[in-house]
């Protein structure tokens, strides 16, 4: 059974760089099968669309957020992950990793539980 | 502001079906058949209900069920239960190679 679980700081002050990593076990990350994307929650809205990336190849971002994102995937780690850079108070939320399909980069078929982070001065 | 809107909140008794609709443009919904639905328990990981508009996962209920026309796709749940309590939320392929997902429904069962 695949899992995902996300891991990094929960707390940061604005203007610093969120980075979370997502360890993918039960399956290997690398694999053409798939995207590895991250979605978040800010607290009381609904889920927001960050970014994916495929085993090799081109990086997907939203518009909204490309200026500041980069997606990763460490094959040697079996993990992928994201950095966020100059984070506001906007930015905190519950931030999940998924795995999705090629072709069909929005059927999120496997979730991370999630992990909570904090801007705050 | 989500690019694709949804109902805030939906309600519906035990036993009965509802209907959540996701209305975008034919530049996301309109345009492709890559249409999902996720259903959300708070606290919980979110779940894939159903996938390219129409298609259920292995193991999800055959009381969901989504359908698309035009701009809107639909996420129908028959037979409601005191379980579908939940937050659901569409998503959808874009023409800019991205996705978008709906601002969320919150399904209460009466």
Not at chain 2, 58 to 76: E, Q
Request: proline share 5%; hydrophobic share 30%; charged share 15%.
């Amino acid at each position: 059974q695949l899992q995902l679980q996300e891991s990094g700081p929960g707390l940061l002050k604005p203007s610093e760089t969120l980075s979370l990593a997502c360890t993918v076990s039960g399956g290997s990350i690398s694999s053409n099968r798939y995207y590895w994307g991250w979605i978040r929650q800010p607290p009381g809205k609904g889920l927001e669309w960050i970014g994916s990336v495929p085993y090799s190849g081109s990086t997907y971002y939203s518009p909204s957020l490309k200026s500041r994102v980069t997606i990763s995937v460490d094959t040697s780690n079996n993990q992928f992950s994201l950095k966020l850079s100059s984070v506001v108070v906007a930015d905190t939320a519950v931030y999940y990793c998924a795995r999705s399909l090629v072709g069909a980069m929005g059927d999120f078929d496997y979730w991370g539980q999630g992990t909570l982070v904090t801007v705050s001065s | 502001q989500s690019a694709l809107t949804q109902p805030a909140s939906v309600s519906g008794s035990p036993g009965q079906s509802i209907t959540i609709s996701c209305t975008g443009t034919n530049r996301d919904i309109g345009g492709y058949n890559y249409v999902s639905w996720f259903q959300h328990h708070p606290g919980k990981a979110p779940k894939l209900i159903i996938y390219e508009v129409s298609n259920r996962p292995s193991g999800v209920s055959n009381r969901f069920s989504g359908s698309k026309s035009g701009n809107t796709a639909s996420l129908t749940i028959s037979g409601l239960q005191a379980e579908d309590e939940a937050d659901y939320y569409c998503n959808s392929y874009t023409s800019g190679t991205t996705l978008e997902f709906g601002g969320g429904t919150k399904l209460t069962v009466l």
